[in-house]
């Protein structure tokens, strides 16, 4: 399965109305923060509307819910592998995206066989503190050497000018957050990113 080049997160299904119309094909829910209810409820529509539009949707974090409503695709960081189930995970056929910040993580996340790995930030990111910098560009074309064909998702600080260096350093996949939910006009942004990575 070949997925999208362009990887926006977001945190509630409204942004799902906004971005799956404009041709947005490959996103992540990622939810914080919510009862189990109000989760369930929020990762059952997504699922939704992203399989009636044809996209893909990634569940963060939570793998069980994520087995229970017959999601596709999760996402999973290195805490969150702490506490997973990854047998019940993969009997469930679910594909699995590993955030990745250093060697070992990365030697984590390839002994586990995933379908694509993550790697950042890249750039300096505002989303979350983060113990780790900017890995850099050169960190970009050493992750792509080792993990070859398994595709590499660029995530941190990226904005539509810097997405071609991704590209060209090994990225298969570019991700953002904030450069469009905090951007005055999300909905021309995701336009341009969709341009930008066609």
Known sequence: MRL????????DPAWLGRALPLGVRL??????????????????????????AGAT?????????????????LHLGQEDLDGADLPAIRRAGIRLGISTHDEAELDRALALAPD????????????????WHSQGLGRVRAWKRRIGAIPLVAIGGLSIARAPEAFAAGADIVSVVTDITLNPDPDARLRDWLEATR
């Open 27 to 52: 996103v992540q829910m990622r939810i914080k923060d919510r009862d189990e209810a109000d989760l369930r409820a929020m990762l059952a529509t997504s699922r939704d509307l992203c399989r009636a």
């Open 116 to 131: 694509y790995v993550a790697l950042g930030p890249v750039w300096p990111t505002i989303l979350k503190k983060m113990r």
């Open 4 to 11: 999208d080049r362009f990887y926006p997160i977001f945190d």
């Open 57 to 73: 949707l990634v569940v963060n974090d939570h793998w069980a819910l994520a087995i229970d409503l017959g999601c596709e695709w």
